[in-house]
């Protein structure tokens, strides 16, 4: 299993460093692995798309669900070079991922400037990040959208 | 501010209402508004796209960097039908936005099937998601792509 992943670690570094040299986004690649076959590669593209999800991860987990056709991905690996941030972690959790591995871990993101660690730690104490407000305003609206889900005919769940 | 924050919350529930009577995604939406203007309006779309990242709050965040060409949202408010998930949260701190507002808590989500809850725990104690292992396969190819970045003449930070 260690060859393994750590054969699929460099196809994660491959894709991180053709971004980087593209000046597509930070040093981040990723892949995801089912059954010993490729499904997904991709790196950031936070620059080239001026979008701030774009992370390597998502891409790769978009692009897998893509040519699977299906938004569950259990039995499969994301591989990425970089421990994952929360937004990651948290599309790894919705695709039912079943393994994540990561070939440096956060600190060594933090030293080159990326903000991983102060996001894991807001998910402990939401004071943390002073620059974001969060608030509940009770809408009406939004709890009919809510209850009018489980009669909607065309709910699938995923 | 009150009555501005409902009329908002009205537009995102609006969205939420379009994508789920068109079977594209569960019953979310959301838009991005600065200085009194919207710059960005979606609903989920993991069904449509297959793609278990494409929530309300992820799509309005990358319309409304696209909108403005910018990967950085301060100044500007996410509305959003439903309390986010950890993934959409984390989108929110990438993009620096200034507030969050939303319009049904969590629990909502819960009771007519949605995950967030559970991942919300799931940042407090990993163990709590069974289905998923996280390892460290340490990898010198990923951290020579990490230490390579500072050096990077095509480096932007974000």
């Known amino acids: 299993m260690r060859n393994t992943d750590e054969k699929w670690l460099r ?3 491959c894709e991180g460093r053709i971004g980087a040299r593209k000046g597509e986004g930070g040093p981040f690649g990723a892949c995801v692995v089912k059954n010993g076959v490729l499904i997904g590669r991709a790196h ?40 994952p941030c929360p937004m990651c972690m948290g599309a790894a959790l919705w695709a039912r ?5 990561y070939g440096v871990s956060i600190e060594k993101a933090t030293e080159i400037g990326f903000d991983h660690s102060l996001f894991y730690d807001y998910f ?11 608030k509940e305003v009770k809408s009406k609206g939004c709890t009919d959208l809510m209850n009018a889900w489980l009669l909607n005919p065309r709910r699938q769940h995923y």
């Open 97 to 101: 991922l079943s393994r994540v591995v």
């Open 124 to 134: 402990k104490d939401r004071s943390i990040v002073r620059w974001l407000e969060v």
């Open 44 to 83: 950031s593209e936070v620059i080239k798309r001026s979008n701030p999800c774009a992370h390597a991860e998502i891409n790769a987990i978009r692009l897998a669900c893509r040519k699977l056709k299906t938004v569950d991905l259990s039995g499969a690996t994301l591989y990425t070079s970089c421990e």
């Open 11 to 13: 196809i994660a570094a």
